[in-house]
């Protein structure tokens, strides 16, 4: 099973809503990812967690807030976005550091914040 | 500096027909692995294939093949017999063992296969 899932697909939101993007693997993968994608661009990296921990945070601002529940969840919690925010949200997983092998996406949240 | 490159935005191949697709890379690091990605229009990034740095044979998985070439530091991913499916994104991406979790893409090719 390589399989990560995203829940929901699709989120419509307005500026002061609170919404959460939830990700999902049972592949036992120790890493996993946060994506944001623009159309025709590729993946930027938001964050990063290794064995449930935050490891890279790319300078995201605070209206976007990871939580790794578990080894085997991955939310984003989203608050007060802008409408700049509006895109493609992506997760990952794969095996962690030391192991160079490939990362595992999700079918992605396609985000518009109105 | 640019840890992929990818120098055609956009390519187009007659079906049944192959194609490559170029990706040079930029690393110091004797330990990568490089990556070739898939995302139709759908929005789904999809894992076509694996060269390890210290791989001596080409990776292949079907169709798809990765022309490494370590001196020249290109990671060239050729498509056989393409079919219509076939169009879609494709982003080119390596892994270094120093920085671990962190993935490089290309700012990727778009491939339209005419029937």
């Known amino acids: 099973d390589t399989e990560v899932t995203q829940t929901p697909k699709h989120l419509v939101m307005g500026m002061t809503n609170k919404k959460s993007l939830k990700c999902e693997q049972h592949?036992?993968?120790?890493?996993m990812y946060w994506y944001k994608q623009k159309a025709k661009k590729p993946p930027e990296l938001m964050f990063v967690?290794?064995?449930?921990?935050?490891?890279i945070n790319e300078s995201v601002p605070s209206r976007f807030s990871p939580e790794c529940p578990n080894s085997s969840l991955l939310n984003l919690h989203l608050h007060a976005l802008q409408p700049e925010d509006s895109a493609l949200y992506l997760c990952?997983?794969?095996?962690?550091?030391?192991?160079?092998?490939?990362?595992?996406f999700g079918q992605g949240t396609r985000l518009t914040v109105v | 500096a640019q840890k992929i490159t990818q120098t055609q935005p956009g390519m187009f191949v007659q079906e049944k027909e192959a194609v490559t697709l170029d990706c040079t890379y930029d690393?110091?690091?004797?330990?990568?692995?490089l990556f070739w990605y898939k995302q139709p229009s759908s929005g789904e990034m999809i894992f076509l294939i694996y060269q390890g740095s210290y791989d001596q044979q080409n990776a292949t998985e079907g169709r798809y093949s990765l022309n490494f070439q370590k001196a020249r530091k290109s990671a060239n991913l050729v498509i056989s017999a393409s079919q219509l499916g076939d169009s879609a994104m494709y982003f080119c991406a390596m892994r270094e063992g120093r920085t671990g979790n962190q993935f490089y893409f290309g700012t990727g090719t778009s491939l339209t296969v005419i029937p």
């Open positions: 990952a997983s794969s095996q962690a550091i030391g192991v160079l092998t490939e990362a595992f």
């Open positions: 690393t110091s690091d004797p330990s990568y692995g």
């Open positions: 592949m036992g993968h120790r890493a």
């Open positions: 967690y290794s064995y449930e921990k935050l490891s």
